[in-house]
């Protein structure tokens, strides 16, 4: 990534960072509505059904950032109900083939996540997708961006 100009920056960041928190929801439910649901260890919503598409999320916990086995970045909410262990789809997590994951900067961003850091997620619906042994297609819940407190995510 290239060197960001912090300096300029700061008064932008704070705007922004206002914005995310203004519209800001604690729970997902509060987002997506009564029609999001627990499947497996995501969350759908069925076609044409709950309120929103896309939304901020407030986690009032410590999300579990990580790369698991088959080298996809996820971030998990067991204390959300539903609970939900989610796909990470931002870019900045990625090398330029937009699927190997930049380890050091993911490692950095877990550390500033467990120790507590603001953190504000953008969420959102999949386009309709038909898991395998799954009887419809269905919007799968993601989180599209990753966004802290105080600063833009950057390289460590």
Same mark, same amino acid.
């Given at each position: ?70 080298? +996809? *970045?996820?971030? %998990?909410?067991?204390?959300?109900? /539903? ?5 990470? !789809?931002?870019? &900045? ?24 850091? +603001? *953190?504000?997620? %953008?969420?959102?619906?999949?386009? /309709? ?5 799954? !009887?419809?297609? &269905? ?18």
């Amino acid at each position: 990534m290239a060197p960001c100009p912090w300096g300029r920056l700061r008064k932008h960041w704070a705007d922004f960072w206002d914005t995310l928190t203004g519209s800001a929801s604690d729970t997902l439910q509060g987002i997506f509505g009564r029609d999001l649901v627990r499947r497996g260890k995501s969350c759908t919503v069925d076609i044409g059904k709950g309120k929103a598409s896309l939304g901020c999320l407030a986690p009032r916990g410590r999300p579990n950032l990580y790369v698991n086995y088959d080298g +996809g *970045v996820r971030i %998990s909410f067991p204390w959300l109900s /539903p609970s939900a262990n989610l796909s990470v !789809t931002d870019l &900045r997590l990625y090398q330029d083939d937009h699927k190997t994951p930049r380890k050091t900067l993911i490692s950095h961003l877990r550390r500033k996540l467990q120790a507590g850091a +603001g *953190v504000i997620l %953008s969420v959102g619906l999949t386009r /309709p997708w038909r898991k395998e042994g799954d !009887t419809a297609a &269905r919007h799968w819940l993601q989180v599209n961006n990753i966004h802290l407190e105080g600063e833009p995510l950057r390289d460590p």
